[in-house]
Structures are given as C-alpha cells and as structure tokens.
C-alpha cells in the first residue's frame, strides 16, 4: 500500500515515534521526490546528520569509504573521540585492515561453505514449526523469528542450546538501544554516559564480552570447526593478531548482527505474506522460484532502516554542501522503494526479477551474513507455509522504537495446521 504522503516541512527522521508508528515510508517517498541529500537536526543532543534516500546515492556513497569514512561510527551515536578506538569493530574500520578482518570469516559464510549446514537448517526449522504449530495462537516472532535463527547462530557459535534465551535477551537489549522495553540504559541518556566505552553505550555490552571471553579461554588453542575457534586461532592475514578488544567486538558483532537482522526479515515477511494471500499462494505453487522470493522478502522487509559514515572532506551532492566531519546516514530501506530502481515498489511481487534490492549494502561493508540470512529465511517459508491450512494476524503488531532496526517485537497470530 502506497504510504500517505509527508509535506517536506514536516519529514523528522530523528524522531523515533515515526518508526514505532512505521510513518517513516512517506517521509522517505518526500525525500527521494523533493530533497535526496536532506539535512535532519537531531533532538538528543546529536550534531544533526545528512539523509542520503535514493538507491544510487546510497550505492555511490556505500562504495566510496575514502570520502564517506566509517571509522567515526555507523549509526546516530558520537562516541567520545577517546573511547572510539575501545568500542571499534569491523563495522568501523575501512581499508585494508577491515579487509583482513572480513576474511577471518568470509569464507565460513560462503554459499559453498553454508550448503554443509543445510540439512542441519531443515532439521531445526522442522523442530521449530512443529512446536509452534502445536498451539493455534502464538507469537510469530518469539516462537518462530527470533527462536530459529538464534538456535542457527547457536549452532554456529557452538555454544549450550541452554543459552539461546539468554543470547536473545542480550540482542533484543543491544539493537532495542533506544526502545524502553528492551534497554535497561537508553542510548542518549545520562545514565548512558557511564557506559560510553561499551558499544551502544549498553551494559549488556559488558555481558557479552564477558561470555566471549569465557568461550575464548576454552577454545585458545584448539581445533574445533565452530566460528568462536576460528576467531581465536586464526590470524588476519595482515599478519596482525586479533587485540583482546578486536575479539571482544567481533564476538559481539556475531551474537548481534548473527540473529537480529533475520529474526526482523522473517517477521516482516511473515506479515507480508499474511497481508498479500495471491503472493503466498504463489510461493507454494513455485517452489522452483523460492531464491527469487526470497530476495523479494527481504527487500520488502528491511531490517535495517540504515547506517551512517562521516564525511571525511567537502562534498556536493545534489547542490548541497556536506562538509567534513559532517554524518551521513544511508537509509537503505528508502532505497529498496526507490521508484526508479523497482516497478510498483509498495507491491510485493515474490516473481520480480531481477531484483538487486540494498537491504544488505553495497560497499566494503556488505553484509558478511547475507547467504546465511536467505538460506535461513528460504528454508523457514519452505518448511512453513506446506505446513498452514491458514494464518491470520490476531492482534496488534508492536514495533521496536528505533530508526535502526526496522523490528517487530510482537506479532500474534492465529493458524490452522494441515494435518500430516
């Protein structure tokens, strides 16, 4: 459904009741339309940031880290210049050293690498539909979006199945940085500010480090296949070993970014599927075209509504003045609606073809995780829907309060299972 539109007067992306309301589609519709390079004052304190809405600004500005650093920070939050360097993971490094970080593990994410995995996967989302399709009301997202990919990530990380409640909570905590349901400590709060040093400025960071470092200790050494082993005794190929902060932030990048991005994509998808019967139907009537649905699936759900670089020097785009120093926020989501990159871009087509959508980047910065994500979410719908007579939404969906992480915390619905 085409959004209702937004004067321009009026567009406030810093404003986080507009993604908890999910009002933000027709302010990006406005930007692309009438201001593409759009300045945005911030309302906590933050030094204000460019919006950059159109699909190949948002390419151009993604492949051009020597222009557009992220080594000053990928989303809204300034870190203090003197906790920058403790709080860096590979999402803020650029250059040659971000490349020997990345191949740590590129590989173990390979589409080669990931097809080991795939009988285990179909396994496991067998395991999680059948338990949820034991009940005929439920949580979509607690029984099925954040529970599968996490039991994956589990899997992966080889750690105690026990512990999958406990990793969910740490990653609902660290993306909900600015959702009072989720943090126990806002982001741009004052009781923030003794956290500064930690990611998101999240004691949940604090947790998180200190179960790596556990994991860590164990696995030092040895010659086990699981992610956190190969993190531990590998070296980047720059020949410079991971510090004890390098592990801490790549493990915490792998709990987080492992799960949460998935687990949203799901649930949106979910819901898109719900909203659009025709596309389900479609789905199951071609299940030769599954990869084709699923790049439209994740288009259309957007986990994630951006990230950010900084200027490194004066840049004009569009006859506007970005100065050095200057944030420069991407919002890959109003990319994937970009009207002169996808045909009727408000319709889910699980058919469109081709279908290049930006939900993971277009940079340096891809999404390391992307094959493991469409693998997960492919084989979840194939797993699935064969198994629903119907499914209907059977209350109200609640968003997270973010204009980070395009996330649903709750999404009740109703189903009758086929009998098998």
Same mark, same amino acid.
């Given at each position: 459904?085409q959004?209702?539109?937004v ?9 986080l ?9 027709g302010?990006?519709?406005t ?7 759009h ?6 304190g933050?030094?204000g940031?460019?919006?950059?809405t ?5 390419q151009?500005?993604d ?22 360097d ?7 490094? *650029?250059? $040659?050293?971000?490349?020997?970080? %990345?191949? !740590? ?5 390979s589409?080669? /690498? =990931?097809?080991?995995y ?8 067998k395991?999680?539909v059948?338990n949820a399709?034991?009940?005929?009301e439920?949580?979509f ?5 954040a *529970?599968? $990919?996490m039991?994956?990530?589990v %899997?992966? !990380? ?6 999958t409640p /406990? =990793?969910?909570s740490w ?5 909900g940085?600015?959702?009072p349901?989720?943090a126990?400590?806002?982001v ?15 004691p949940v ?12 200790a164990e696995? =030092? ?9 190969k ?9 410079i070993p991971?510090s004890?902060q ?9 709990v987080?970014?492992?799960n949460e ?10 819901k898109? =599927?719900?909203?659009?019967?025709e ?7 071609h299940p ?5 649905a699923?790049e439209?699936?994740?288009r259309?759900a957007?986990?994630?509504?951006h ?24 919002w ?6 970009d009207?002169?990159k996808f045909a009727?871009?408000?319709?889910l ?27 997960e ?5 194939e ?7 119907s499914?209907?939404q ?27």
């Open positions: 459904m959004p209702t539109p004067p321009l007067d009026q567009v406030d992306l810093a404003d009741d507009v993604f908890e309301g999910n009002r933000a589609w302010m990006f519709d930007l692309r339309r009438e201001a593409p390079v300045w945005n004052e911030e309302h906590d933050g030094s940031f460019w919006s950059i159109r699909y190949d600004d948002i151009a500005v492949k051009d880290p020597e222009s557009f650093t992220s080594m000053k920070f990928t989303n809204l939050e300034e870190p203090p210049e003197e906790f920058q403790t709080r860096r993971s590979i999402l803020e490094t *650029d250059g $040659p050293r971000h490349q020997a970080l %990345r191949k !740590l593990l590129m590989r173990d994410f589409a080669a /690498q =990931l097809r080991r795939e009988d285990f996967l179909r396994g496991l989302a395991a999680t059948d399709l034991q009940q005929e439920f949580d997202v607690d029984s099925i979006a *529970d599968y $990919p039991a994956v990530l %899997r992966l !990380l080889d750690t105690p199945p026990e512990k /406990q =990793l969910i990653g609902n905590e660290i993306v940085f600015s959702d349901e989720y126990r400590v806002l741009n709060s004052e009781e923030a500010k003794a956290y500064r040093h930690l990611p998101f400025s999240s960071s604090q947790e998180i480090y200190d179960y790596g470092r556990q994991l860590r696995r =030092l050494g040895g010659t086990a296949d699981d992610l956190v082993s993190l531990v005794n590998r070296i980047p190929e720059d020949g991971l004890d390098d592990f801490d932030n790549y493990f915490l990048l792998l987080v970014a492992g991005t998935t687990r949203q994509a799901m649930s949106h998808s979910m898109a =599927l719900i909203d659009n019967p596309q389900l139907t479609w789905f199951l009537e030769e075209k599954a990869q084709v699923v439209e699936l994740i259309w957007s986990p994630v509504y990230f950010r670089r900084t200027a490194t020097r004066d840049v004009e785009l569009h006859g506007r003045q970005i100065k050095e120093g200057d944030k420069v926020v991407m890959f989501a109003s990319g994937n609606r009207e002169s009727d871009p408000y319709t087509d699980l058919s469109r073809f081709p279908n290049d959508h930006i939900t993971f980047g277009k940079g340096p910065h891809t999404c390391m995780g992307a094959n493991l994500a469409r693998l979410i492919k084989i979840l719908f797993t699935l829907l064969p198994r629903l007579e499914i209907e059977a209350g109200e969906i609640t968003r997270v309060r973010s204009n980070f992480v395009n996330g649903i915390k709750k999404f009740p619905v109703r189903v009758r299972a086929k009998q098998v």
